[in-house]
Nanobody, 118 residues
Framework: QVQLVESGGNLVQAGGSLRLSCVVS????????MAWYRQPPGKQRELVAT???????????SYADSVKGRFTISRDVAKNTVYLQMDSLKPEDTAVYYC????????WGQGTQVTVSS
């Protein structure tokens, strides 16, 4: 059974940075495309960034237009962990952030709250 545990969220001022972590158990992150999602207050969950499966540097990444150039998704195969580096944060980035598979999502973790103050 796949389990996802997100962490790293916090309250930060606009322009600041955070790095989110997602520890994955029950599967190997290098074998599946993974993604970060977010759910802003009162809105639906949306896709933020994806990272493809594969070894070494043979994988692709993609980003929502709203975060392109500011967020970076990565993974550590040895730690079986997926990261989201978030720079130049804006108040509209405020949301609960989740990681999951990029396709055919599994049970969601608890997420991690990111709050960006203006």
């Amino acid at each position: 059974q796949v389990q996802l545990v997100e962490s790293g969220g916090n309250l930060v001022q606009a322009g600041g940075s955070l790095r989110l972590s997602c520890v994955v158990s029950g599967m190997l992150v290098r074998t599946k495309a993974m993604a970060w999602y977010r759910q802003p207050p009162g809105k639906q969950r949306e896709l933020v960034a994806t990272i493809g499966s594969g070894y070494g540097t043979l994988y692709s990444t993609s980003y929502a237009d709203s975060v392109k150039g500011r967020f970076t998704i990565s993974r550590d195969v040895a730690k079986n962990t997926v990261y989201l580096q978030m720079d130049s944060l804006k108040p509209e980035d405020t949301a609960v952030y989740y990681c999951n598979l990029a396709r055919s999502t599994v049970a969601w973790g608890q997420g991690t709250q990111v709050t960006v103050s203006s």
